[in-house]
């Protein structure tokens, strides 16, 4: 079992939900946050003075998802939140010791 | 039938006056949304309470000495609960004018209407000191404001008193219809004085000369409050005819509902144009401050304009506050909201544009009574100010400033929810 967690601009949020339920994923978790990469902040303007905003707003995505389907939800992602601009985000794919359904008591894929 | 329509005339000047007066009340309510919303969400229950208190304040001064000080009459609006009606039918009888002579009114609704201007004028302080004051040191400031420095100003202008029996300015030419000087520019000079005192806000403007944006809180409010005070701008401007009850009057107050509401709508739009010209964006702040400086250009006299030049009056004010607002801040002098450009530079536009419409009104006479309320105001409020900052304090300290005047002075939050998650 892998954790996907990707970083992606917020107005893409609807289009990879939408696309990860077509292939299978059965949850997602998702958090508002703010930070920086490549694309750095941004300049705003207040009645007349410019100042720097450093951290940018993003979306923080993560899913739990079994083996089988680790690339395909990579691709999925990737590619629906593409814009091919600066800033797009990333997405990190770590090994998931364990998953627990709380209501149930399983464990492992079948808690997926 | 003659004394009948005496008392109608009463009963609709009166009434007039004091639905004028609760329109002037509502601005309180302005100022307080407006402020709030161009600080930071930190302050805002200090800047809120500072309203609400300010208004209380300056309520009870004026009726504890301001008056007097301002129209004569005694301390504590003694005699004031008594109407003579045959007396006042007398009153009536014996104008040359017949229907058409001077207002009569009862006494009570004059001082309804007058009190609610005093709380405008120190209205305009609280924004301008907003984000670093002590809750304190302003409050104490508001009741010299209130019951001295405000009154002594008003008497010589509107009271129709001589200056320390030197000259009067009412003989000099000087008008000042619903007061771009003698409340506004008169609330700005007593801001400006305090922020010289108090210095700026931490981190506005940088030691190699940069000035910092500390973008407020909540435009949605500062849009509301710029609304509120645009609509209670009418009972200003309208009820300082002081009468309705004939044709040439009522028309009167016509003409100053319409150059009152063509002047905002000139000052918006121009302000508007200067700051997307200038800074490339429409910025919000610069069009509410906009529409309110074409209001005050407009106050010291709404009558004579037609509403194409209200409109133009407006537009001026408009284009002014924006590069007050940009040349103050070049000077450092932090002003949160724009209270001293919008009031004060735009105040004094509106005491100049006078003559252009108005015969009667010298140039020269404007010129010296905007002097004269601005040497009074500024001098006797920075001596005020210096007393608070030597015996009390008017600055909060730099850490209590970091972490909001909203703890450090009254010790809740105007958004625990949001804050604490």
């Given amino acids: 079992m892998k954790l996907i967690t990707a970083v992606i601009k917020p107005f893409k949020l609807d289009d990879v939900r939408e696309a990860l339920s077509e292939i299978g994923v059965q949850g997602i978790t998702v958090t508002e946050v703010k930070g920086f990469g490549r694309q750095k902040g941004h300049t705003e303007l207040y009645r007349g003075a410019e100042y720097v905003v450093d951290f940018l707003p993003k979306v923080k995505l993560e899913a739990a998802v079994s083996d089988e389907i680790v690339d395909q939800v990579i691709e999925c992602v990737a590619k629906t939140a593409n814009t091919g601009k600066i800033g797009d985000g990333k997405i990190f794919v770590s090994d998931l010791e364990q998953v627990i359904r709380i209501r149930t008591g399983e464990t492992g894929n079948s808690a997926l | ?421």
């Fill in chain 2, 1 to 421: 039938m003659e004394n009948q329509i005496f008392q109608l005339q009463y009963a609709m000047d009166t009434f007039y006056f004091l639905v004028c007066g609760a329109l002037v009340m509502w601005m309180a309510a302005g100022f307080a949304m407006l402020e709030a919303g161009l600080v930071r969400s930190k302050n805002t229950t200090e800047i809120l309470t500072k309203n609400v208190a300010l208004f209380a304040i300056s309520c009870s001064m004026y009726m504890i000495c301001g008056y007097a000080l301002m129209y004569g009459g005694e301390v504590f609006l003694s005699g004031m609960g008594e109407v003579d009606t045959a007396s006042v039918l007398n009153d009536f009888a014996g104008r040359e004018d017949g229907f058409e002579g001077g207002s009569i009114y009862s006494g009570a609704s004059d001082f309804f209407f007058q009190v609610v201007f005093v709380a405008t004028a120190m209205s305009i302080v609280s924004g301008a000191v907003a984000e670093r004051m002590k809750l304190w040191a302003f409050l104490a400031f508001a009741v010299v404001m209130t019951g001295v420095i405000y009154p002594m100003e008003g008497n010589w202008t509107w009271g129709g008193g001589s200056v320390f029996g030197m000259y009067t300015l009412g003989d000099l030419g000087f008008s000042d219809f619903a007061g771009s000087g003698i409340v506004h520019m008169a609330g700005a000079s007593a801001a400006l004085a305090g922020v010289l005192l108090l210095g700026a806000r931490k981190g506005k403007y940088g030691s190699n000369g940069s000035i910092n944006a500390i973008p407020g809180a909540n435009l949605p409010m500062a849009t509301l409050g710029t609304f509120i005070l645009w609509m209670g701008w009418f009972g200003f401007n309208g009820g300082s005819v002081l009468k309705l009850g004939d044709i040439s009057s009522a028309h009167s107050v016509a003409m100053v509902f319409l150059n009152t509401n063509a002047a905002a709508a000139g000052g918006a739009i121009a302000a508007l144009i200067t700051a997307r010209m200038l800074f490339g964006k429409a910025d919000l702040t610069m069009l509410l401050n906009g529409a309110l400086a074409g209001l005050v250009a407009i106050t010291a006299e709404p009558s004579t304009p037609t509403a194409l030049q209200a409109t133009l009056f407006g537009a001026i004010g408009g284009v002014l506050v924006v590069f007050s607002i940009i040349t103050l801040d070049k000077l450092r002098i932090d002003d949160p909201v724009g209270a001293i450009s919008v009031h004060g530079t735009c105040g004094l536009l509106g005491l100049l544009l006078v003559p252009i419409t108005n015969g009667d009104v010298s140039f020269s006479g404007q010129l010296i009574g905007a002097l004269t309320i601005f040497v009074w105001v500024f001098g006797f409020s920075l001596v005020v100010w210096a007393i608070l900052k030597a015996v009390m304090g008017i600055r909060i300290t730099e850490e209590e400033e970091y972490e909001g005047a909203d703890i450090a002075e009254c010790g809740m939050e105007a958004y625990p929810e949001f804050t604490k998650g």
